[in-house]
């Protein structure tokens, strides 16, 4: 195909089952003149023959396979070095891509040339559960100091911002993660609020079988983003600052102080920097403090000295008459 304006990159390794829906979402695009580049990563389940059929009626898609087994980011860089097109977009071989997502995501970087990474909402499709990430280049920025904020199989990107290899496999399966953070620093990013992905969720995915190494990975990209901040953190404070946004709390005194000091130092610390802008930096950092803080009345009066003192906290915006109750809360448990 001569001169594609859109290459889309599809890793494939044994998804028989769901490859023939994820080429054919594309397929169905109303934005017609791209490219798709399948890379099969020595599939062994017959994937490769549920590929050429559609080889056959369709000229848009290259198929390139690899002599040995190498791994998914490996076969990310493979594709895109053989990309022709100006933007980049990708899609995983079980993901399905709505009509209109392509052409939705090329319209708006066409428009807005500041712009050279853009993502979207997902669709979840068992569970048919909105997948929803920041839309907006400060809110995305910032929440990348903390955990990704791009989904990457909805992601469009212009290729003149990367040089290959464009991810780095040490990072895997956090490779997208890492890529985003070091693009933050030199182009502007957005989410488009709609799910132009429906994405399939299954144990068999890279990212669930390799959570270890993909939080020990999340964990040094933060570190690197902190450093860039000025902050050398101790390993103690990284798998603090991991832990702030998942999963649940600990809910006791000491931890939640812990976690006081540390979201005040970072937003010292970019007081100082002036890295990530405001007020996203500090609606975030509140965000974060608020989840910590929700329903902890019970700890009594400790815990009503630990929000006071924190500038943070929604307690400093409330009136009297929800400080007085709020206050009665917390010194009435026993």
């Known amino acids: 195909m001569n001169n594609p304006l859109?290459?889309?990159?599809?890793?494939?390794y044994n998804c028989v089952d769901f490859i023939g829906q994820a080429?054919?979402?594309?397929?169905?695009q109303s934005y017609t003149h791209f490219e798709l580049i399948i890379i099969d990563d020595c599939s062994t389940d017959g994937t490769l023959q549920a590929i050429r059929p559609f080889m056959a009626s369709d000229h848009r898609i290259r198929l390139l396979t690899k002599e040995k087994n190498t791994g998914y980011t490996k076969s990310l860089n493979q594709g895109i070095s053989n990309a022709q097109g100006t933007f980049i977009a990708r899609l995983d071989a079980d993901d399905i891509a709505i009509p209109n997502r392509i052409a939705t995501q090329l319209n708006f970087l066409l428009q807005n040339p500041a712009v050279g990474v853009c993502g979207s909402w997902a669709l979840e499709l068992?569970?048919?559960?909105?997948?929803?990430?920041p839309v907006h280049h400060e809110e995305i920025m910032t929440m990348l100091?903390?955990?990704?904020?791009?989904?990457?199989?909805?992601?469009?990107?212009?290729?003149?911002?990367?040089?290959?290899?464009?991810?780095?496999?040490?990072?895997?399966?956090?490779?997208?993660?890492?890529?985003?953070?070091?693009l933050s620093t030199i182009t502007r990013f957005h989410n488009i609020p709609q799910a132009l992905i429906q994405k399939r969720l299954h144990h068999q995915q890279v990212?669930?079988?390799?959570?270890d190494n993909q939080r020990a990975n999340a964990i040094k990209i933060m570190n690197m983003t902190l450093q860039r901040l000025g902050i050398q953190a101790t390993p103690q404070?990284?798998?603090?600052?991991?832990?702030?946004?998942?999963g649940d709390f600990p809910k006791e005194i000491n931890y939640l102080t812990r976690v006081s000091?540390?979201?005040?130092?970072?937003?010292?610390?970019?007081?100082?920097?002036?890295?990530?802008?405001?007020?996203?930096?500090?609606?975030?950092?509140?965000?974060?403090?608020?989840?910590?803080?929700?329903?902890?009345?019970?700890?009594?009066?400790?815990?009503?000295?630990?929000?006071?003192?924190?500038?943070?906290?929604?307690?400093?915006e409330?009136?009297?008459?929800?400080?007085?109750?709020?206050?009665?809360?917390?010194?009435?448990?026993?």
């Open 6 to 12: 859109v290459s889309i990159i599809m890793p494939a």
């Open 23 to 28: 080429i054919q979402s594309i397929l169905d």
């Open 126 to 133: 068992d569970s048919q559960e909105l997948i929803k990430v």
């Open 145 to 182: 100091l903390f955990r990704n904020s791009i989904i990457h199989p909805s992601v469009m990107f212009r290729q003149e911002l990367v040089n290959n290899p464009v991810f780095d496999s040490q990072y895997e399966p956090s490779e997208d993660f890492h890529l985003w953070s070091k």
């Open 207 to 211: 990212s669930h079988i390799q959570q």
């Open 237 to 246: 404070e990284l798998r603090l600052h991991y832990e702030t946004t998942r």
């Open 261 to 316: 000091d540390w979201l005040l130092r970072i937003q010292h610390q970019n007081l100082q920097t002036r890295i990530y802008p405001e007020p996203a930096i500090t609606q975030l950092l509140k965000q974060i403090w608020q989840k910590h803080i929700a329903g902890q009345t019970h700890l009594g009066a400790p815990f009503l000295e630990i929000v006071q003192q924190n500038p943070l906290s929604e307690y400093h």
């Open 318 to 334: 409330w009136n009297n008459y929800q400080k007085m109750k709020f206050k009665a809360k917390c010194l009435l448990r026993k």
